[in-house]
């Protein structure tokens, strides 16, 4: 049974920096694509960054310079490093597994924790 867990969310202000985590278990981490996606209030699910198993990233442009995406196969752990954070990054964020079974796409994810950006 897959298994993602997040931690490291919180209230910050304007300016400041969090890093979320995400442990997997149930899965051989090493051959998934990780991702955090976030959703705000009243908004659609968004990809937020993207990693490779080979560790090719990927980002939003709204988050490109400010948040780092990074992965620990031997912890079984994706990270993601939020830098001057701003109100507009306020959203629960879920971790995401992906692995391509053929052309098709198998999903897990996380339970989500929440970030608020606030003064």
């Known amino acids: 049974q897959v298994q993602l867990v997040e931690s490291g969310g919180g209230l910050v202000q304007p300016g400041g920096s969090l890093r979320l985590s995400c442990t997997a278990s149930?899965?051989?981490?090493?051959?998934?694509?990780m991702g955090w996606y976030r959703q705000a209030p009243g908004k659609q699910r968004e990809l937020v960054a993207a990693?490779?198993?080979?560790?090719?990233?990927n980002y939003a442009d709204s988050v490109k310079g400010r948040f780092t995406i990074s992965r620990d196969n031997a912890k079984n752990t994706v990270y993601l490093q939020m830098n001057s954070l701003k109100p507009e990054d306020t959203a629960v964020y879920y971790c995401?597994?992906?692995?391509?079974?053929?052309?098709?796409?198998?999903?897990?994810w996380g339970q989500g924790t929440q970030v608020t950006v606030s003064s």
């Open positions: 990693i490779t198993s080979g560790g090719t990233t």
């Open positions: 995401n597994a992906r692995i391509w079974l053929g052309t098709t796409a198998s999903d897990d």
């Open positions: 149930g899965i051989i981490f090493s051959r998934y694509g």
